[in-house]
């Protein structure tokens, strides 16, 4: 949880502050630590590259919740993706703080 509040708050700063999608997914992809987190950055980057949705690449990956894919989903229709994401990582700075 710590680390997709972590992903969707990089998102939200990153984009707010007017980067395009691919350049905050990049960004969001160079920082990880992990392999197993690089990859996943690196095949939703891929996916989006190759021209699919932001959310259809969430969908894809099989390590999102139906609640973050239709979420995402929803503020690409509406062009809310930073306000979402902003939400998204606090919703997951909740569940962390009730999970203590």
């Known amino acids: 949880m710590r680390r997709k509040e972590a992903m969707y708050g990089e998102l939200e700063i990153l984009l707010k502050a007017g980067l395009d999608l ?7 992809r160079d920082n990880q630590d992990r392999e197993s987190d690089r990859q996943l950055a690196q095949q939703v980057v891929g996916d989006v ?3 699919h949705s932001l959310s259809a690449a969430l969908r894809k990956s099989g390590r999102f919740s139906s609640f973050e ?29 009730y999970r203590k």
């Open 22 to 28: 691919k350049t905050c997914l990049d960004l969001w």
């Open 49 to 51: 590259v190759a021209g």
């Open 69 to 97: 894919i239709f979420s995402v989903q929803i503020a690409e229709s509406s062009g809310q993706l930073p306000e979402i994401a902003a939400e998204l990582r606090s919703h997951f700075g909740l569940l962390m703080h």
